[in-house]
């Protein structure tokens, strides 16, 4: 049988011939969650880092949509670094804004990335559909970071869900602490899964990319 699902983020590991573990965060776990919810049988663990899901859609979050899009239109990225900004610093300079947007835009293609932006009521879940979830969870988030008020309220609806909060770090500096890594490793160390069959490498000619520092590659599924 062949791969049925694939989620990537900061670490791409696959456990079994049939299913694949989801390391999701941010885009990733937002556009993930949604096909969690409708095939729960290809999903064997969820690994949330710095988004929860978009979750009770409102007015506001489509004109945030609406902006955040336009100014990706234009290579900037002014209105989605001002929101996540870390809430115990002051806010950034117009310098600051600007250099920040060129550096994550560089090699990007905006129009790609306002696409994408545009696409988000598509990635709704409800909580209803959440509460159903019945796989291992776990949930990484930073104490400064605007989205773990949203993280405490995915935990009412998911009691199984393992709400680890990093004391400090912020929304674009918690995959970079050490305590990530260790909430990380000890969840998959809880919650392993006997692969069907050996996986090694995929062949050079199948494969579409790689990890910058692992061992895995992943091709087409």
Avoid: C
């Avoid at 900004?85 to 990335?113: C, F, H, T, Y």
């Avoid at 004391?167 to 000890?186: D, N, T, W």
């Amino acid at each position: 049988m062949g791969l049925k699902w694939v989620s990537i983020s900061f670490v791409f590991l696959i456990t079994s011939a049939s299913v694949v573990r989801t390391l999701s965060a941010t885009r990733w776990a937002l556009t993930s969650l949604p096909s969690l919810t409708t095939h729960p049988d290809r999903f064997i663990t969820l690994i949330l880092g710095g988004a929860s899901g978009r979750r009770n859609w409102s007015a506001d979050d489509q004109h945030r949509v609406d902006v955040e899009s336009a100014e990706m239109d234009e290579g900037m990225l002014r209105s989605q670094i001002l929101r996540l900004w870390p809430k115990d610093q002051p806010p950034p300079s117009d310098e600051v804004i600007r250099q920040r947007s060129a550096e994550r835009m560089a090699g990007n293609d905006p129009k790609a990335l306002a696409a994408v932006r545009r696409s988000n009521p598509d990635q709704i879940v409800t909580e209803a559909q959440m509460r159903a979830v019945n796989v291992p969870a776990i949930g990484i988030v930073g104490t400064a970071d605007p989205y773990l008020r949203e993280f405490e309220q995915l935990k009412s609806a998911m009691p199984q869900l393992q709400l680890v909060t990093i004391e400090g770090a912020s929304h674009g500096s918690a995959p970079g602490r050490p305590e990530f890594i260790q909430a990380l490793k000890a969840f998959l160390a809880a919650h392993p899964a006997a692969p069907e069959r050996p996986i090694g490498r995929i062949p050079p000619r199948r494969r579409q990319g790689s990890l910058r520092d692992g061992e895995w590659s992943f091709g087409e599924t």
